[in-house]
C-alpha cells in the first residue's frame, strides 16, 4: 500500500469550488467519453462523516475504486476542503496512523503537464476570469491570493501481487498527481461558465450530463466501477478524508501478460490506456479526486 497526501489550492472560496468541481467533473467526462469508453455513473450520493466536526467551512467526502479485471487493486481517496492555503497538517488525524504521509502540494499555475494536455487557454499563469477579474497568477501567488482555499486528499493505492506492488502503486499515484493537476486547472479556467449556477441548476446540469455520458457510452459494461462506501479503517491500514485516466498512454512493461499464457475470454488480460497518438486521448481513471459527481454537499 502507498499512501500520500495530495494539497491543491485554487483561487476560490469553498462554497464556489462547491460549484466549480461538480461542474468541471460532468463536463469533463462527458466530453472525453467515447461509445464503451469512460465512466459510467453507478451510484451519486453524499457522503455524511458523522464523527466530523467542522471548525470552518469544510466537508468531506469519500471514494472507493476497484477494477473487476484486477481484483488486487483498489484506490481510496479522502477529501476534506477548507478556505486556506494548505496548512492545515492535522486535517486527516481522526485516525492513527502507522507511519508519516508523504505531503505532495499540486500548483495549478507552474508544475508541468504533459505537452499533449497543454493548452493556453487553461494556463493560470495566462487565463484572467472576466467575471471574478482572478486569474494570470503570478509565482507565489498562493501567498497572497484572496480568496483561496485548499483541498486535501489522502490517496491510498493497492496493488497487492508480489513483484509487482511498489511499482505499479508508484505508477498509480505518478497518474493521480497528473489528473488532480490538469483537472483543477480546467476547473479554474471555466469558472465564467459555471460562476453564477446556483448548487440547484449545477446539479440539473450534472444529472443531464451523467445522462448524455451514458448514453454515449451505448450498452458496453464499464470497465472501471465507483463505489461511493467508505473502506473500513482497518482495510487501510491505520492512515486514511471529491475528473479521467492515465496521462501515462501506454501501460508499463510489467503489466503486460506472457504470450503464451492461454487467452481467456471471460476478462481481458492487459491493462489498456489511452493512445498517445490521440491528442483528444483523456483520463480514463475514474473520478479520482471524487469530486464532481460523488462530492456531497452541505445542507
Not at 69 to 95: A, C, M, Q, R, W
Amino acid at each position: 500500500m502507498l499512501l500520500k497526501e495530495y494539497r491543491i489550492c485554487m483561487p476560490l472560496t469553498v462554497e464556489e469550488y462547491r460549484i466549480g468541481q461538480l461542474y468541471m467533473i460532468s463536463k469533463h467526462s462527458h466530453e472525453q467519453s467515447e461509445r464503451g469508453e469512460g465512466v459510467e455513473v453507478v451510484q451519486n450520493e453524499p457522503y455524511e462523516d458523522p464523527n466530523y466536526v467542522a471548525t470552518v467551512i469544510n466537508y468531506p467526502s469519500r471514494q472507493n475504486t476497484s477494477c473487476s479485471f484486477l481484483p488486487k487493486f483498489s484506490i481510496h481517496v479522502e477529501t476534506k476542503y477548507e478556505d486556506n492555503k494548505g496548512i492545515n497538517d492535522n486535517i486527516f488525524d481522526t485516525e492513527p496512523r502507522d507511519e508519516e504521509t508523504e505531503v505532495c502540494f499540486i500548483d495549478i499555475a507552474y508544475d508541468e503537464i504533459p505537452e499533449r494536455y497543454y493548452k493556453e487557454s487553461e494556463d493560470p499563469r495566462y487565463f484572467k476570469s472576466e467575471k471574478t477579474t482572478r486569474g494570470l497568477l503570478k509565482e507565489g501567488w498562493r501567498d497572497t491570493q484572496d480568496p483561496i482555499m485548499c483541498s486535501y486528499k489522502l490517496v491510498t493505492v493497492k496493488f497487492e501481487v508480489w513483484g509487482l506492488q511498489t511499482r505499479v502503486e508508484q505508477f498509480v499515484h505518478k497518474v493521480v498527481r497528473d489528473v488532480l493537476l490538469l483537472g483543477h486547472r480546467q476547473a479554474f479556467a471555466w469558472v465564467d461558465e459555471w460562476i453564477d449556477m446556483t448548487i440547484e441548476e449545477v446539479r440539473e446540469y450534472e444529472r443531464a450530463t451523467q445522462e448524455a455520458t451514458n448514453k454515449k457510452l451505448g450498452t458496453f459494461p464499464p470497465a472501471i466501477s465507483i463505489s461511493e462506501k467508505p473502506l473500513p479503517a482497518c482495510a487501510r491500514s491505520g492512515t486514511s478524508s471529491a475528473p479521467s485516466t492515465p496521462l501515462s498512454t501506454e501501460a508499463p512493461d510489467f503489466l503486460s501478460v506472457p504470450k503464451d499464457r492461454p487467452r481467456k475470454k471471460s476478462a481481458p488480460e492487459t491493462l489498456t490506456l489511452p493512445d498517445p497518438a490521440r491528442r483528444d486521448s483523456a483520463f480514463r481513471l475514474p473520478s479520482l479526486f471524487s469530486w464532481g459527481p460523488s462530492t456531497p454537499q452541505p445542507e
